[in-house]
C-alpha cells in the first residue's frame, strides 16, 4: 500500500493551480460588499446613546448632601491596573470618613467595572462618557472635581446595577 499515490479527487487542476477562480470569487464578494448600503453614524453632529449597561469613564457620584463615597479603598485595591488612588481624611458629619483625595489615571483604567461592583456605597459608577480627549498626561488623571458627578445623570446606570445584583 502506497500512501503518497495521490487519488483523482485530491489532485488540483490547472485552473486550482493558478488560483484565477479563487481571485475572481474574492473580486466577486469585494465588489458585493462595496455597492451595499452603509450604516454610518456622522459624529460628533449624530451621537450615539449608550445603554444602562454601557461601561464608559469611571466617575463619583454626587448627592445633595454631599459625596457617597466613604473612602474606604476596596475600588483602588480591586483595581487590575493601579489606576485608582485613595486618601481619606475624618469628618464630623454621620459618615465618619470622606475621600480627601479621589484620583483616577485615565490612561491606566481598562474599564473593567471592578471599582464599581465591589463598591459597598454605590459611589463610583461607569458613566456614559466616552469621548474622553486629553492634551496632556497631566490631564488625564482626574480628580475629584473633575468625577463627581450628580446622581440624576446617573441613574439609568444606578438602575441597571440594582437589577443586576
Known amino acids: 500500500m502506497n500512501v ?7 489532485r488540483m487542476t490547472f485552473w486550482e493551480k493558478i488560483y484565477l477562480p479563487e481571485i475572481a470569487r474574492g473580486l466577486g464578494l469585494t465588489l458585493k460588499q462595496m455597492f451595499k448600503p452603509t450604516f454610518v453614524r456622522q459624529y460628533p453632529e449624530e ?21 457617597r463615597c466613604v473612602a474606604c479603598g476596596l475600588c483602588a485595591r480591586v483595581c487590575p491596573a493601579l489606576a485608582i488612588e485613595v486618601r481619606a481624611s475624618e469628618t464630623e458629619q454621620e459618615k465618619e470618613r470622606y475621600p480627601m483625595l479621589f484620583e483616577i ?5 481598562i474599564y473593567c467595572g471592578f471599582c464599581e461592583e465591589v463598591c459597598p456605597e454605590e459611589a463610583i459608577v461607569m458613566s456614559k462618557d466616552y469621548d474622553l480627549v486629553f492634551t496632556s498626561t497631566e490631564d488625564a488623571v482626574l480628580g475629584k472635581d473633575k468625577l463627581l458627578m450628580p446622581v440624576e445623570q446617573l441613574q439609568d446606570r444606578l438602575e441597571f446595577l440594582r437589577r443586576w445584583r
Open 105 to 109: 489615571n485615565m490612561l491606566r483604567c
Open 4 to 10: 503518497t499515490k495521490n487519488t483523482e479527487k485530491e
Open 47 to 67: 451621537r450615539w446613546e449608550p445603554l444602562g449597561s454601557y461601561r464608559g469613564r469611571p466617575v463619583l457620584v454626587l448627592e445633595e448632601d454631599g459625596e
